[in-house]
């Protein structure tokens, strides 16, 4: 704001994507943002900064987003009170538990919760409020496998190893463009700043990828992969290790492996000289890779969404770390490390070094039978849920931060499905492509007017760090905070009654969370009196999630313990040190870390290794004729409602179709003009991009995009409205083991519209 003095400075971590950058923040005396700019004081992020943070100021005065709640009457949305929404959420909800009971209520978490304290300490409340298991999130369109591949071979679904990256000599990336990302389960503010440093310190960065990404570009070498057959490249690697004696664990880890011959005789049959065929990666080219990560000194190797929504998206992410761990690099500085976050999580706690492992399908989908991951069934089975009469038919529907009209599988039929609902509440700061559907939608703060922790995060990332910030601008009137908003809509669900209190619903959850924690054995806090410890606690006048970020803090590894550990870590540490606490840099955890019943890490355990048949399998089936659709991301693009931003879609920011020159000319295809894209479930028209950064066969369309839908009030996106590229998206088409859809290396013909 031109001419506007600087008045205070805020200081807090950007909550956009997951690389967890600190920002400084300049307000006038009218307690407008003057500007952003990255925090060079960050523990962290020393300064950086990407076109997302700076645009904290546009999100918070969009005049789109929503600052009442709305309600649909007579087929429009209204704003009414916060009184008349609770009233409205009361008696759609009642009607329907009423007349169907409450297992036809269901819920949908989005990814922005994962990046939300307010929504990761409450969303649960929420859930577990239903009374129902139909649970659905952006999780099984995302990083689910990687869960699962974790929990099998760690004991946790969040025991993920990331890599080390500002120590390794070696690194290669599979499926990520975290020039674009910023790193995705791997927290690392700056990602391309740490690639070019291991560049910089005589290392090697190699990019296996279908796109000469950006990344890609600024590697050292390029390997272009047919999507979809990333494990049988991995395989292979594995294959040459064991043929040719690099296998070598490592004696800081060794007798900690269970299944290093097993996994050698599984995939003796997948030799670099059979698979090249289906990958497009030579047998010579798979022999030196493997070669250069057995004998760098330190290597990681990482994949990530172009890895894991795929149809081998389990086996891809338990391979990666298991070339990591054959190759002395698991668990090792420089390679593939485990973060100590400071809350804790599921490998601080209970007994270390074993546990009770992880398993999945304690129940299965109403219609198709998949079995549950982590609570949830997959996205893609959504609508069918929704439209399939029965038992247990989904008739009401809530979703938390979430746009799955343009993010899940096969769009058209979710919309549809969508309209056919007897009630649906959204908690969402837009009328999008889904909360249009909504009789209620509930509106949360702005990013800057809510506190900020990364809760989940910072679990993967590539330091031991905290921050946290402070709401920087004050309510809206009558606007709740976000987690009271989620903590009365789960007291409603439970009672159907609107006079609940959210404080009530906090002060059960904060006791239940004392409770547990002082009579864990291992905790700093064990045998304490509860009483003592609550009391603590609301001396700081704090409520909600900064409350139970306290407690959090305060009994997680480097925690205070109310007064147990000298200049231990607690919420008002982070308070006086506004640009982080740094804990320092990953140290090896095996064995304390495993939480498997042997105690082991499980290199081939037997979940995981029944799919390596369809994997053999799948080399046949290749069709070099075939053409295949892949997704990408772009580096101010990270989820749908960014487009609604003007100064995040000025530029080259575009929904286009990218394609090589040699299939755009066999195809008639040039710059500009219309293809129509054509799947088993779907068709879309979408200007053509002809680029050479493209393998040949194959073509590429964002993802995020299709704002020309009715009743949305998004209009800055219209104007830019570009295809949504899920409608191509088969909700057929799963890796069976996560749940997860396919979004990478579906099946399509081209024409074109000239």
């Known amino acids: 704001m031109a001419g506007s003095s600087v008045v205070r400075t805020a200081f807090r971590t950007c909550p956009l994507c997951e690389a967890g950058c600190g920002l400084e923040i300049d307000l006038d005396a009218t307690e407008q943002v003057v500007r952003i700019r990255g925090d060079k004081d960050d523990v962290f992020s020393h300064g950086y900064i990407c076109p997302k943070g700076s645009a904290l100021k546009q999100i918070h005065e969009d005049p789109d987003r929503l600052r009442r709640p709305l309600i649909k009457k007579n087929g429009k949305h209204v704003e009414v009170s916060w009184d008349e929404a609770w009233e409205a959420v009361r008696d759609g909800f009642a009607k329907v538990i009423e007349t169907h009971g409450r297992s036809s209520l269901a819920v949908y978490l989005g990814n922005p919760g994962a990046h939300n304290l307010g929504a990761m300490m409450f969303n649960k409340t929420v859930v577990q409020s239903l009374g129902s298991f139909n649970r659905f999130s952006a999780s099984t369109v995302d990083q689910m496998p990687k869960h699962v591949a974790a929990g099998f071979m760690f004991g946790t679904p969040v025991t993920i190893p990331v890599p080390d990256l500002d120590r390794t000599d070696y690194l290669l990336l599979m499926g990520s463009n975290p020039y674009a990302s910023n790193g995705s389960v791997c927290t690392a503010p700056d990602f391309p700043g740490r690639l070019e440093a291991i560049r910089a310190r005589g290392g090697k960065v190699v990019v296996v990828d279908p796109r000469r990404t950006r990344t890609a570009q600024e590697a050292d070498e390029w390997i272009s992969i047919r999507p979809g057959t990333d494990g049988l490249f991995l395989a292979a690697i594995i294959n040459v290790l064991y043929a040719d004696g690099l296998v070598d664990v490592g004696d800081h880890i060794r007798s900690y492996v269970s299944g290093i011959d097993e996994l050698g005789a599984e995939l003796g049959a997948f030799t670099p000289e059979l698979v090249e065929s289906a990958t497009g990666i030579s047998a010579d080219v798979t022999r030196r890779i493997a070669h250069e990560l057995a004998g760098a000194p330190t290597a990681a190797v990482n994949g990530r969404i172009g890895v894991n929504a795929v149809q081998f998206g389990s086996v891809n992410a338990w391979l990666v770390d ?63 849920e929704i439209t399939t009469p029965g038992a247990g038919q989904i008739r009401a529907f809530i979703t938390l931060a979430g746009n799955p009209v343009l993010s899940t599988p096969d769009s058209d039929a979710l919309d549809t499905a969508l309209s056919e609902l007897d009630f649906m509440v959204s908690v969402d700061i837009y009328l999008n492509e889904t909360s249009r559907h909504a009789d209620v939608i509930l509106p949360p703060p702005s990013q800057l007017q809510r506190d900020h922790y990364d809760l989940l995060l910072l679990q993967f990332a590539v330091r031991n760090v905290a921050n946290y910030s402070e709401q920087v601008l004050a309510f809206d009137e009558a606007q709740p905070d976000e987690w009271e908003i989620l903590a009365k809509l789960g007291g409603v669900l439970q009672t159907l009654d609107t006079k609940i209190d959210p404080s009530v619903i906090d002060d059960i959850a904060i ?59 607690s919420l ?183």
């Open 322 to 384: 298991a070339v990591n761990t054959l190759t002395g690099n698991l668990d090792k500085r420089g390679g593939a490390m485990f973060a100590l976050p400071a809350t804790g999580g599921p490998n601080t706690r209970g007994t270390a070094g074993v546990g009770n492992g992880f398993r999945t399908g304690k129940g299965t989908s109403r219609v198709r039978k998949y079995p549950e991951v982590l609570g949830e069934f997959p996205v893609a089975t959504l609508a069918e």
């Open 511 to 569: 006791d239940a969370l004392v409770q547990n924690v002082i009579k864990a054995s291992t905790s700093n806090v064990y045998g304490r009196n509860a009483d003592e410890i609550l009391e603590c606690l609301s001396a700081t006048g704090r409520r909600g999630p900064a409350r139970m970020l306290d407690f959090m803090l305060q009994t997680g590894p480097y925690g205070a313990g109310f007064g147990a550990v000298e200049d231990g870590l």
């Open 572 to 754: 008002q540490k982070l308070l006086d040190n506004p640009h982080g606490v740094d804990l320092g840099e990953l140290e090896p955890r095996i064995p304390e870390i495993l939480r498997t019943p042997t105690g082991m890490v499980e290199l081939c355990p037997a979940e995981l290794r029944i799919d390596l048949v369809r994997l053999f399998d799948s080399i046949a089936q290749v069709d070099d004729a075939q053409m295949l659709l892949i997704g990408r991301r772009h580096l101010k693009s990270n989820n749908s409602w960014m487009h609604n931003i003007n100064v995040l879609t000025k530029g080259n920011l575009s929904c286009t179709l990218q394609v090589h020159p040699d299939d755009a000319m066999r195809l008639g295809l040039s710059d500009g003009i219309n293809a129509r894209i054509t799947s088993r479930v779907g068709t879309i028209d979408v200007p053509v991009e002809v680029t050479e950064s493209i393998r040949r066969g194959v073509v590429s369309l964002p993802h995020g995009w299709g704002h020309n839908v009715q009743g949305a009030r998004m209009s800055v996106a219209a104007k830019k409205a570009g295809v949504n590229s899920n409608v191509l998206t088969d909700s057929q088409a799963m890796d069976p083991l996560s749940g997860t859809s396919v979004l990478n290396g579906i099946p399509v013909v081209v024409q074109s519209l000239a």
